[in-house]
């Protein structure tokens, strides 16, 4: 048995194993699912590839369809690398978007040229020469060897996937540890490799196969398993997270007492629904008022906004009590347990208050700013 079959057909077994995990992981989770799909649609075209390889390698050039197996392969190399770019510039933080957008054109109207030319043209010469090939009682056979336009195309998208992925790593627009970029460098050097003996291989200066899809499928393995699965990982504990704060809303939204969040200057960010059965305000009618100035009685706004301003600054007065006041001008005293809180910086960014209501029975403790 062949043992590049075998190789080729085991990686196209591998990518179209990790296009059908990542569409069950589309159509599973509810976070960020287009993640997925990107990279099942990168794994199914980088496996259809490897196939059209297997296939071209065991069938050769025998027929006037083999020139249409071969345009195939190439169309599809061109849609892989155009597929790894994309996935790379996901991943990204989509810097130089411009330099990028400008190669992927040049690299789509490559692969219109190859879908739409003539094959007379496309398996044309560019490039040819004489190479003596020594026989058997000393006679020396003149070899020709080409290059063909179908060759120039495959060798020009290449260089141009090399200065695009090279422009993102050089540029750091990845952000992932250094023996990942180290991976990737390495990946890309693969590739390099790969299409210097290719050439060599053309030319007859070097008997062996085409090394080009192997460096493909590795350039995949390395983003999917290094950086890929880093950023589903990411994912799901993003989703975890928003699977949490949807838990956590429930209980805020059927909890009976009044839960509210006011910003840096003291306007209400979120209120729950057991403080608009209290007040007989609806949520509109809040979201975004001066908390001090249309919920709190006159007599006691400058006092609690001082208060306010020492939790934010001390995060003092982590209990308190201060009335509020309804829609119908009725006051309420309320019971209430503060707190900062701050953004994904650690910088300041308002307050968290949860507060029940003071019946008369109960002793008043220590006011609060709300």
């Known amino acids: ?15 179209y194993y990790a296009c059908i995990q990542e569409i069950v992981l589309y159509f599973v989770k509810k976070y960020d699912r287009f993640t997925f799909l990107r990279g099942a649609i990168l794994s199914f075209i980088i496996g259809t590839y490897l196939v059209i390889s297997m296939v071209t390698h065991h069938q050769g050039v025998t027929s006037v369809h083999s020139y249409t197996l071969y345009r195939i392969n190439l169309i599809f190399l061109q849609l892989s690398l155009v597929a790894l770019i994309l996935i790379m510039y996901f991943l990204s933080d989509r810097k130089h978007y411009l330099f990028i957008y400008s190669g992927l054109i040049i690299m789509g109207i490559m692969i219109f040229i190859s879908a739409v030319i003539p094959v ?8 040819s020469g004489i190479k003596l090939l020594p026989v058997r009682d000393n006679m020396i056979l003149p070899l020709q060897q080409y290059i063909l336009r179908w060759h120039l195309l495959q060798y020009l998208t290449i ?30 050097g693969f590739i390099i490799l790969t299409t210097g003996l290719d050439i060599l291989r053309i030319l007859g200066d070097m008997k062996m196969i085409s090394l080009i899809p192997y460096a493909v499928f590795f350039y995949l393995a390395i983003l999917t398993i290094f950086i890929y699965n880093v950023l589903i990982g990411d994912i799901l504990l993003k989703y975890k997270d928003y699977e949490d704060e949807n838990k956590c809303k429930y ?9 509210v969040k006011l910003n840096r200057l003291g306007h209400v960010e979120y209120i729950n629904p057991y403080f608009c059965k209290l007040t007989g305000f609806q949520e509109n009618e809040v979201a975004g008022k001066d908390w001090f100035e249309f919920f709190i009685p006159s007599q006691s706004l400058q006092e609690l906004q001082g208060t306010f301003i020492e939790i934010l600054e001390s995060d003092f007065h982590a209990r308190y009590q201060n009335p509020i006041v309804t829609k119908s001008g009725e006051e309420i005293m309320v019971n209430w347990y503060n707190s900062r809180i701050t953004d994904k910086d650690g910088k300041i960014a308002g307050s968290f208050s949860i507060g029940g209501e003071v019946y008369p029975s109960e002793t008043p403790i220590e006011k609060l700013s709300f």
């Open 1 to 15: 048995m062949d043992p590049v079959l075998v190789s080729l057909t085991v990686l196209a077994a591998i990518s």
């Open 120 to 127: 007379s043209f496309l398996f044309g010469q560019v490039f």
């Open 159 to 188: 260089g141009i996937f090399i200065v695009l992925v090279l422009t993102i790593l050089v540029a750091k627009a990845i952000s992932a540890r250094k023996w990942i970029h180290m991976a990737m460098y390495f990946s890309v």
């Open 251 to 259: 209980l805020l939204n059927n909890a009976n007492f009044i839960v």
